[in-house]
């Protein structure tokens, strides 16, 4: 088998998320993480969280989710409510605007892809984290911090 090919999907891959992500930013005015930061409040018990939960879910550092939420903010998507009882507590929420926009954005590439792999039988799901296993020894990148989500662009949010 020729190497060249295995490179050359891997490239497909990423440059999908890449393309995702431009296109996301360009029609919709948020970038990746945004979106996903967006979806958690959505899921979220009263559509809230707290900044620190939203690290979490995003497996991001602090000052880049604190420009997430700034972004968002500023764009009246999310909002910042003192917590009921002690007012030390921030809990950011979704607006009606932050979510009329998700209901606008199409599924995203990492959901599209969690849905099928779930639809796969546990021997070929198996054969392909053995796989991505392989590449990513191969590549020396175990030691890498990822998320669960598949997003380009994280230090779009970092700038100011």
Known sequence: MDTKEILIKIRKIVRSVDIESKKIQKEYGVSIPQVL?????????????????????????????????????????????????????????????????????????????????????????????DSLNTLISLLDIEQVDASPLIAMDVNFDEEE
């Open 37 to 129: 930061c967006l979806g958690f409040l959505r899921d979220a018990p009263n559509y809230q969280l707290t900044q620190g939960e939203i690290r979490n879910l995003l497996n991001l550092n602090s000052s880049t989710v604190s420009g997430i939420i700034n972004r968002l903010e500023t764009k009246g998507l999310l909002a910042r409510l003192p917590k009921q009882g002690d007012k030390r507590v921030v809990n950011i929420t979704l607006t009606s605007s932050g979510d009329k926009l998700l209901n606008s954005i199409p599924s995203l590439l990492h959901e599209q892809l969690t849905a099928k792999l779930n639809k796969l039988d546990d021997k070929k799901l198996q054969e392909v984290e």
